[in-house]
C-alpha cells in the first residue's frame, strides 16, 4: 500500500523565520513528488519533482527530491503571516498519494 | 475560466438520506478524482475515473458510489448517509497521466450527517 508521510504534523514561526518540511514516500510506480498549499479552501499547486527536475524554487519557496532517500522537503524563506496554511505533499503513480499535511503558522 | 466546479458547496444531512455531489471541470481532462478531508489526516481518494464511462476504486470506497456518464462531469453518490461520512470532499481532475500532469481541485463540498 502506497504511504506518504510527512513532518512535522504542525509548527508555529515567526516573520522572517525559515521552515522545512520534510516528506518521505513508498509508493509502488513513482512518477513524480508534488506540494500544495491549501488555505481555507481547495488546496493550491506549488511544485512538481520528477526524475528529471529534482529541485524547483519559486520566490521564497524551494524544494527538492531525494529519490535515494524516497523524500523530499519544502523550504520557505522569510516567512510571512500570508504563509500560513496547511502544506500538502502527494505522490504520484496513476493517483495522488497524499500526506496528513503540515500545518504552518507565521506569527507577526 | 471556471476549472473544476463542484456542487453543491454545503450540505447538512440526516442519516440515511441520500445525495450526489456533482464535479464539473472545463479542461477536457481525461482523469477525475473524489477526495474526502478529515482534520489530521490529509486528502484520501473515494473512487477515481480515467476516462468517460470507466470508474475505480481509491482508498475508502466504502459507502459511496460514482459515475462518469460524460467526460467533463463524475458524480459521487452516497445512497444512505452514515454520520462517519460527515468531512469535507473534493474533486480533482488531471488532464492525463503524464509525469509533468497536476491534479487540479475544486472548493470542495462541505457535508454534515447528523
Known amino acids: ?108 | 475560466n471556471a476549472g473544476v466546479t463542484q456542487t453543491p458547496k454545503f450540505r447538512v444531512l440526516k442519516t440515511g438520506q441520500s445525495m450526489t455531489l456533482l464535479c464539473a471541470q472545463d479542461m477536457n481532462h481525461e482523469y477525475m478524482y473524489w477526495y474526502r478531508q478529515d482534520p489530521g489526516m490529509g486528502l484520501r481518494l473515494i473512487h477515481y475515473s480515467v476516462g468517460e464511462g470507466t470508474t475505480a476504486k481509491g482508498e475508502v470506497p466504502d459507502g459511496y458510489n460514482v459515475s462518469r456518464l460524460k467526460k467533463q462531469n463524475f458524480l459521487l453518490g452516497l445512497e444512505s448517509a452514515a454520520p462517519s461520512q460527515t468531512s469535507v470532499y473534493f474533486c480533482a481532475s488531471r488532464r492525463d497521466n503524464g509525469e509533468n500532469q497536476p491534479q487540479h481541485f475544486g472548493d470542495g463540498t462541505r457535508l454534515s450527517i447528523l
Open chain 1, 1 to 108: 500500500e502506497d504511504k506518504v508521510v510527512q513532518s512535522p504534523l504542525s509548527l508555529v514561526v515567526h516573520e522572517g523565520d525559515t521552515v522545512t518540511l520534510n516528506c518521505s514516500y513508498e509508493v509502488t510506480n513513482f512518477r513524480s513528488l508534488l506540494w500544495y498549499k491549501q488555505e481555507k479552501k481547495a488546496p493550491t499547486f506549488l511544485f512538481m519533482l520528477t526524475s528529471s527536475g529534482i529541485e524547483k524554487k519559486s520566490g521564497r519557496l524551494s524544494s527538492i527530491l531525494d529519490k535515494k532517500e524516497l523524500s523530499s522537503i519544502l523550504n520557505i524563506t522569510a516567512t510571512q503571516t500570508g504563509d500560513s496554511a496547511i502544506y500538502l505533499c502527494a505522490v504520484n503513480d496513476y493517483k495522488l498519494s497524499f500526506g496528513a499535511g503540515t500545518t504552518v503558522t507565521v506569527r507577526a
